[in-house]
């Protein structure tokens, strides 16, 4: 992301990771970190993936702050969407859940219609937060259309 093009801003938990299968084999430890959000009922809701924004150094120590918080158990509600209209398909098969205690704080450019992070950028681990109170900074938006689709507008008559 450009400097200055970024919309939004704030702390996400971190409820899984996937590993990077990188041919060449030149991104170790984890590929991409999934977030999440309290809902207003309390519930985590996916909210997307970021990758981008964490060098070397940083993705093996947030790799070794994510071993210890394993769990063959899914934390979120419901499953994050397997496809996605930005970025490539999601895996749940190889996801590595979390328990959500570690909050990350990010950049990105929008929302999309189906309530996910559109080109999300790693700041860094936030300490100062417990991951109970992070919150969707804007109103939560309700989908009417299934995760990971396109909302079409209603073609005119005539």
């Keep these: 992301m450009k400097p200055g093009i970024a919309i ?13 299968y990188d041919p060449e084999g030149s991104r170790r430890w984890l590929g991409a970190l999934l977030l999440a959000y309290y809902d207003p009922d309390g519930r985590l809701v996916y909210a997307g993936r970021v990758g981008t924004g964490i060098d070397t150094a940083e993705l093996e120590r947030l790799w070794r702050r994510l071993q210890p918080l394993a769990t063959p158990d899914m934390p979120l509600e419901v499953p994050p969407p397997r496809t996605t209209r930005f970025g490539s398909p999601l895996v749940l ?22 309530n996910l992070l559109r080109q999300v950028v790693y700041e860094g681990l936030r300490e100062d937060k417990p991951a109970t109170e992070v919150h969707r900074e804007v109103p939560f938006l309700k989908a009417d259309v299934a995760p990971g689709t396109t909302r079409r507008s209603p073609r005119p008559r005539g």
């Design 8 to 20: 939004g801003e704030g702390g996400l938990v971190g409820v899984g990771f996937v590993v990077s």
């Design 93 to 114: 098969s190889r996801v590595h859940w979390v328990r959500p205690e570690l909050v990350a704080e990010v950049k990105y450019l929008t929302w999309t219609g189906d």
